[in-house]
């Protein structure tokens, strides 16, 4: 096996192929189509992964965040439209929720109120600015669980074929 390296501040890339215990050569071998010395350049940012390859990371790593960073962080325009999420425990995800959720509920008539003429005044903008960022927290918190869904589907924590049939039977 190859000796480990020393690098310090080793990209998230890096990182995470080095916890699956992977050489860059097996690593290649996995990943099937990026070729040990495309790995190198990225694992070094001498080069940013492309869409593709980030995909191809991710399943075959088992670690669908790789996504999330990628388009939060590397991605010209996800930089600007993409939070970054952070894996966190069912439960903490399940407890932010449920607090958005609830200072959502007690801001609903105001949001009525402020949206009814189709304007927002002068004298509504403070509170319409709480209630818009008490709804991005919202959102977060959904892509955090549905990150966190990806990764307990990836790692087999949650049986992939159960999960799309009861997805399928719920449409039906």
Known sequence: MARAST???KNIYHTTR???HLTREAASELLETISPERIEKIENERSL???DEVLIMAEKYQKPSLCNFYCARQCPIGQQYVPEIKIKDLSQIVL???????AMNKKKERLIEITADGKISNDELEDFIFIQEELERISITVE????WSEQMLATGVIDPEQYRACQNSRKA
Do not use: F
């Open 18 to 20: 080095e916890s699956l």
């Open 144 to 147: 955090t669980l549905q990150l």
């Open 96 to 102: 932010e929720m449920l607090a958005s959720l609830n």
């Open 7 to 9: 690098k310090k501040n």
């Open 49 to 51: 992964p492309n869409p």
